[in-house]
């Protein structure tokens, strides 16, 4: 059943074969994490790719005197500190389970392992390829939107996050203070 959860959550991107997601699956261990549990830790060298397949998770860095959160992601997606894990240098990312989260993780060398099939590579290839994509929208939104359009546009695109995911995280997402979103939610009605 496993393996259909990630082909779902990848055939947007490309229609790869059960087979391939079986294979993909023989290659990871599920792992569980408690609510505020962290996964990787800041300034530390990620070792594992991870598929969210219960929970929600957060991505932070600490700047001055706090974590903000650069992305937030919930079941049946794809995460992990990729600039870490393919360096192999340690990075200031933390992760963190922001619900209790199952995980499907992957190390290093089964993702080498896997890059070197014909499909993995495909599959990998693809994968980066939309995750560059998304993560350059979601720049380009936050240096050219309002706070108040970039929250509209999360209630409108993933309002499972403003439902599932504290009022900090959600602000520190967003790259607002607590206070600006609480305006901006009583003003927008979300």
Known sequence: MVEKILKNAFDKYYEAPIEAWKYFLSLCEQ????????????????RYGYFLLEGAVGMFVWKKEHFICL??????????????????????????ALEKSSV???????????????????????????A???????????MTQTAEKRYSNLLENRPELIQRISQKDISSYLGISTQSLSRIRKKLGG
Do not use: C, W
């Open 132 to 142: 560059f994509v998304e993560k350059e929208k979601q720049q380009i939104e936050l």
């Open 71 to 96: 992305d937030l992601i919930i079941e049946h997606n794809f995460f992990g500190d990729e600039g870490s894990l393919f360096s192999g240098e340690a990075s200031p990312m933390e992760i963190k």
């Open 104 to 130: 499907l993780r992957i190390s290093k060398s089964n993702i080498d392992l896997l890059r070197q099939t014909p499909m993995g590579a495909i599959l990998f290839s693809i994968g980066d390829r939309n």
């Open 31 to 46: 792992v569980d994490y408690q609510k505020k549990e962290v996964i990787k830790q800041a300034n530390t060298r990620e």
